[in-house]
């Protein structure tokens, strides 16, 4: 497609549920990313993809979430046991390249907006 | 500990006011500084990237600096279309290549 796209654009569900969040990327990049935007303030780095690996996951903030790219395009985000601590806008971003040596910008998706009530 | 400082956090500017937006960073090494433009609802959409101090770069309304310590946004005469959210952010020496370390972001607003 002509950019990144994510589905649900929003979702609402009730504490202590099971989420699934989907990011398309650009098509050809290698690289995509995900991050967690809270209300007034920037967006906080998540997890990384070099193709079907995770590259860096060191933003995760506990075992509850995890994410897998199985065919190196298409990626979820899963959060299980839900909490409200967990509402946000999730992004989603792919880039050509993640490999070192020359930095390929980041083309960022409209974000999922979750809610947990 | 590394980080980034944005200011102020919202500016209110008439159309055709020229001002400039901050970015301060502090980190242990910096491979590249980018700013952003984020509308409501939206992803924020890639505006520069720099990487040595001295450089510039410029897009219509908008010029980009470095310093060792801190960037700015220059908006020239800024019209109502150019009101968004800006973010900064950096992506630290040695580490991953994803992982940008983003400012809060100032928050624009140009009245007509």
């Known amino acids: 497609g002509a950019g990144v796209s994510q589905t649900p654009s929003n979702k609402v569900t009730e504490k202590g549920k099971y989420v699934e969040l989907r990011c398309d990327p650009i098509s050809g990049h290698t690289a995509l990313y995900w991050y967690r935007q809270s209300l007034g303030q920037g967006p906080e780095f998540l997890i990384y993809?070099?193709?079907?690996?995770?590259?860096?996951d060191s933003g995760l903030p506990n075992d509850r979430f995890f994410a897998v790219r199985p065919e190196g395009s298409v990626s979820t985000l899963k959060i299980q046991r839900t909490e409200r601590g967990d509402s946000a806008v999730y992004l989603c971003?792919?880039?050509?390249?993640?490999?070192?040596?020359?930095?390929?910008?980041?083309?960022f998706g409209p974000g999922t907006r979750l809610t947990v009530l | 500990e590394d980080q980034v400082t944005q200011s102020p956090e919202a500016l209110r500017l008439q159309e055709g006011e020229s001002s400039s937006l901050n970015c301060s960073y502090t980190v242990s090494g910096l491979r590249g500084l980018f700013w952003y433009r984020q509308d409501p609802g939206k992803g924020p959409e890639f505006l520069f990237t720099?990487?040595?101090a001295g450089e510039e770069k410029e897009k219509e309304r908008l010029k980009a600096t470095l310093t060792k310590k801190e960037s700015f946004l220059h908006i020239t005469a800024p019209k109502p279309e150019d009101s968004a959210t800006y973010l900064c952010a950096v992506l630290l020496r040695g580490g991953s290549q994803g992982n940008l370390i983003f400012g809060k972001g100032t928050k624009l607003s140009v009245k007509p």
């Open positions: 971003a792919s880039s050509l390249s993640g490999t070192s040596g020359s930095y390929n910008e980041q083309f």
């Open positions: 993809f070099q193709g079907t690996g995770a590259a860096d």
């Open positions: 720099l990487y040595s």
